[in-house]
């Protein structure tokens, strides 16, 4: 049976929904879905994948093959996307036959570095200074008004670090600009930030807003290492925080999850630094220490559905569990295991690459620095041998 496009009202369970894009995200999604009632169809250029290990159909074509697209739209009440770089074309394909949310024109803005920062500072939202660049003329042009260090990256498709290289002075421009190969960039003033943070919060059909606490996140090689909730911030920070994000997700008028990711600077003032229109890494930990996980949020917010509680009921950590961790063979997974506030979550993946999220653990403690510790002691109880 075909489902279409419906109106207004609420997506109820037993409903199916649609997720452009398959990798952990949307297996985590489609979790929550079908915990709750939901059938989850999921469309990407790949099979065998972490979504499609647990949808109910797996659909394999190419995002550009819009006649697919809408064939996949026209069996599903609502879309959705588990992440940003879809092509804008495919989600109007697909808004021709199902309610897509967040809306195309949500993905259009946040796929595109330079169209991010430009709207987030046209709005007033604060952000590091910023200069388009187009040629290796305008990077000079923009080290000269920005000054160094500097990072240069490409306007779109980007994540986890891609696509971007730092400049320390103008005598290494030429070699940044080399490396990234690409006719549209963008240049952003180097912040000396003391903490990396980030807030995921949902908004419905009818403007409701919910938001979880603003975690602290720490990186290594560009990449998100650990999450714990809740951080020792300063007074009033969360608050501005959950402000700001508010205002993000109201100014795009976002139906469903969003992240934002802030720089923390050392006078305590927030910059926005990337906007995840989906949730996030830095979530993860929300489906075993909060009533209502960020997966479960999105669902209940692209549905129409009130959204749930963001209480945090125990303080968390996330520990990401990359490729490198099966270097010395099968990880041991009894032994992170015997600890008894740790959780594991495998993404499904069948081949494990330096860099590449395979998984998480998270771990559950009295406190978030006891969390952190037991989360780390159980990544490190992998590679013992």
Not at 366 to 375: G, I, M, S, Y
Request: hydrophobic letters at 45%.
């Amino acid at each position: 049976m075909t489902r279409g496009r419906q109106g207004d009202g609420p997506v109820l369970p037993g409903a199916t929904v649609g997720v452009l894009g398959s990798g952990q995200l949307g297996r985590m999604f489609a979790i929550a879905a079908r915990r709750m009632g939901y059938r989850v169809h999921t469309f990407s250029p790949d099979d065998d994948t972490p979504t499609g290990q647990v949808a109910d159909l797996e659909i394999k074509a190419s995002y550009l093959d819009l006649d697919a697209v809408r064939n996949f739209a026209r069996g599903v009440s609502v879309v959705t996307f588990e992440f940003e770089n879809v092509p804008a074309g495919t989600a109007e394909a697909a808004a021709e036959l199902a309610q897509v949310r967040p809306a195309g024109s949500v993905l259009h803005v946040t796929q595109h570095r330079l169209r991010e920062k430009t709207f987030l500072r046209e709005r007033g939202f604060p952000v590091a200074p910023f200069a388009a660049v187009r040629s290796y003329d305008e990077l000079m042009t923009a080290l000269a008004q920005i000054g160094t260090p500097a990072i240069l990256k490409t306007a779109g498709w980007g994540y986890d670090g891609k696509g971007q290289a730092r400049v320390e002075n103008q005598s290494s421009a030429a070699a940044a600009w080399r490396e990234l190969a690409t006719d549209e960039s963008i240049l952003e003033g180097f912040i000396d930030f003391a903490a990396e943070a980030s807030v995921v919060a949902a908004r419905g059909v009818d403007g409701s807003f919910v938001a979880y606490p603003l975690v602290a996140n720490h990186h290594v090689r560009h990449i998100l290492d650990t999450t714990h909730a809740p951080a020792a911030w300063p007074p009033g920070l969360e608050q501005s925080a959950h402000e700001i994000t508010r205002g993000v997700l109201e100014a795009l008028g976002v139906v469903g999850v969003l992240c934002v990711e802030f720089f923390v600077t050392r006078d305590g003032q927030l910059l926005v630094n990337e906007l995840a229109p989906r949730p996030h890494n830095s979530g993860h930990f929300t489906f075993d220490a909060c009533v209502t996980s960020q997966f479960e949020q999105q669902l209940r917010s692209i549905c129409g559905l009130p959204l749930g509680s963001t209480e945090l009921l125990r303080p968390a950590a996330m520990a990401n569990l990359l490729g490198d961790v099966w270097a010395s063979g099968e990880p041991d997974w009894a032994a992170a295991l015997a600890m008894p506030d740790v959780k594991l979550h495998l993404y499904g993946k069948a081949v494990a690459r330096p860099g590449r999220k395979m998984g998480h653990l998270t771990a559950l403690a009295n406190t978030a620095d006891e969390a952190l510790r037991r989360v780390l002691a159980a990544r490190e109880a992998l590679a013992r041998r």
